[in-house]
C-alpha cells in the first residue's frame, strides 16, 4: 500500500468535441504507450467524448497527447490524463474521485512483464506484477461498478451538454496468451493474466445483478482481449534470439501490431451484444 513516498493524483483535462459521440467518457489505464496509446487514439477517431489517458508520468501522457492530436489532425481531440503510480492503490481511488469526468467506459491495459523464472524472481517483484497487472483493474472496475450503481439511482448528463443516455456500460480487459499458454520465466505474469481473464467474466455477473435492481439501466459488459506476442516495448526485453524463436511458433510468421489490438478493443465496444466475450488475437499462435 502507499507510503510516505506515495505521489499525488493530478487531472489536466483538454477541451471537449461536441459531435459524433459513440462513447461518453473512457478512462484508459497506460494509455500512453504501446497498446494503450493506439486504444486511445482509436477512441478519439471513433468519437468518444472525453478519453482520459492514466500514466505514471505526466511528461509521458502529454506527449502521448501531443502525438494523438498531430497524428489525427485534431487540435481539439478531448483528451486529458491522470497521472497516478499503479503502484499505490489509494491513488487511484483518489485519481478517479477528483476526477470531473463521469465515465461509461474503462480499458485496462496496464501492465508489468516478466522475463526470468520463479526462483530468481525477488518476492518484492512477484507483488508488483500481480499489483499492477491484476489488482489496479480490479480497482478501477470496482470504481466503474460503484458509478454504474450511483447511474441506477441518479442518472447524470454530460458535462459538455450532451444528455444522451449510453447505450452501455463497458469495461475492456487487456489479458494476455501467456494467460492460457504459459512460457518460461513468465510465471507470475502468466497467473495474473489468468486472473484478469476470470475475474472479468465474473464482473459481467455483478453488473447484470446491478441491473437487475435497476431495470432502467443500460447493459453492464466486461469483455476481454487476448493478445499474443505484441511489437511493443515490453518485448524489448527479449534477445533477438528469444524474437527469432517466437516469430518462427507464429502461424502468421510475424508479431502482432498495437493498432491490431486497438481495432478489437473498438470492435467489444461497438458491438453491444459482446458480454464477457474472450477475443484472441494471436496470429494462430494458440493453434500451435
Not at 525477488?122 to 470504481?143: C, D, F, G, M
Not at 458509478?147 to 454530460?158: A, R, T
Not at 441491473?211 to 469483455?223: E, I, S, T
Amino acid at each position: 500500500m502507499a507510503g510516505s513516498n506515495q505521489r499525488s493524483c493530478k487531472e489536466y483535462q483538454g477541451r471537449p468535441m461536441p459531435s459524433k459521440v459513440y462513447r461518453n467518457r473512457c478512462p484508459c489505464s497506460a494509455g500512453a504507450s504501446g497498446i494503450g496509446y493506439q486504444i486511445s487514439k482509436q477512441l478519439v477517431l471513433n468519437g468518444a467524448s472525453a478519453v482520459v489517458i492514466v500514466s505514471r508520468t505526466a511528461a509521458k501522457a502529454q506527449q502521448a497527447i501531443n502525438d494523438i492530436r498531430k497524428e489525427t489532425g485534431l487540435e481539439d481531440a478531448p483528451l486529458g490524463f491522470v497521472e497516478c503510480d499503479f503502484k499505490y492503490l489509494t491513488n487511484l481511488t483518489q485519481g478517479w474521485k477528483i476526477s470531473k469526468h463521469q465515465f461509461d467506459t474503462l480499458i485496462n491495459c496496464a501492465g508489468i512483464t516478466q522475463t526470468q523464472g520463479l526462483l530468481t524472481t525477488s518476492p518484492a517483484t512477484v507483488s508488483e506484477i500481480l499489483k499492477v497487472n491484476l489488482e489496479v483493474p480490479i480497482e478501477l472496475s470496482r470504481q466503474m461498478l460503484k458509478q454504474y450503481f450511483m447511474y441506477g439511482k441518479s442518472p447524470w448528463n454530460d458535462s459538455t451538454g450532451d444528455s444522451r443516455r449510453p447505450s452501455s456500460f463497458c469495461v475492456i480487459n487487456i489479458s494476455s496468451l501467456l494467460a492460457e499458454r504459459g512460457g518460461y520465466g513468465t510465471s507470475i505474469y502468466s497467473t495474473s493474466k489468468a486472473g484478469l481473464t476470470a475475474f472479468t467474466r465474473t464482473l459481467a455477473l455483478e453488473g447484470a445483478a446491478i441491473r437487475d435492481k435497476f431495470p432502467a439501466l443500460p447493459p453492464f459488459r466486461a469483455n476481454v482481449v487476448v493478445p499474443g506476442y505484441v511489437d511493443t516495448p515490453m518485448i524489448e526485453k527479449f534477445s533477438n534470439a528469444q524474437k527469432d524463436k517466437l516469430v518462427a511458433e507464429i502461424p502468421l510468421r510475424r508479431y502482432g501490431k498495437a493498432e491490431e489490438v486497438a481495432d478489437a478493443v473498438m470492435f467489444l465496444l461497438k458491438n453491444e451484444y459482446a458480454n464477457n466475450t474472450v477475443l484472441n488475437l494471436d496470429g494462430g499462435l494458440s493453434a500451435t
